[in-house]
């Protein structure tokens, strides 16, 4: 009951945090060729274009983490789940899961501590918008938080169903 809840929630804010990286990734595309216009054709600029679009693609990077693992489109090197079944696939996978819980979790600790230190102190971005900081932080912990929980349900799912077959891609 709880896994099922958990995996339909986790898999909601992971398809929400998608659309807002395709959102972003619009943005993007729409900012860059506003710039392009602007220089050509009024040989002036918005002055912000690098910058907010830096600030997209790393926002749009992370927030997408949760809704690619769970689809399973992630880079994944499957080399020992071909030799794995049974119980120990299931062990393998959930000692994966595991590790990339950790190593997420660290960086998802010091995320929040920059975050918190950047909203306490005001900090704006050193350019002509001032950007609050703290924005970008939050969306990247957004990604990160959401990627942890993803990993939960994962393993969650592994333990009640065992492994998925991941899609092999031959070249």
Not at 69 to 85: D, P
Request: aromatic letters at 12%.
């Amino acid at each position: 009951m709880l896994g099922s809840w958990l995996e339909k929630t986790t898999n909601a804010a992971a398809t929400g945090a998608m659309w807002v990286s395709s959102a972003l990734l619009v943005y993007m595309v729409v900012h860059i060729n506003l710039e392009i216009i602007l220089r050509v054709f009024f040989d002036t600029s918005t002055f912000s274009m690098d910058e907010f679009v830096g600030y997209a693609v790393g926002s749009m990077t992370f927030l997408a983490l949760a809704h690619t693992f769970q689809q399973r489109k992630h880079v994944r090197v499957t080399v020992l789940q071909g030799y794995a079944t049974g119980r120990f696939a299931i062990a393998v996978e959930l000692i994966c899961i595991a590790l990339t819980f950790g190593i997420t979790l660290f960086l998802a600790r010091y995320i929040w501590r920059t975050l918190a230190r950047d909203f306490s102190r005001g900090t704006v971005s050193p350019t002509l918008t001032e950007t609050p900081i703290w924005l970008i932080d939050a969306a990247i912990f957004l990604g990160l938080s959401l990627f942890l929980i993803q990993l939960l349900a994962t393993a969650l799912t592994t333990l009640r169903d065992g492994v998925q077959q991941a899609d092999v891609v031959e070249h």
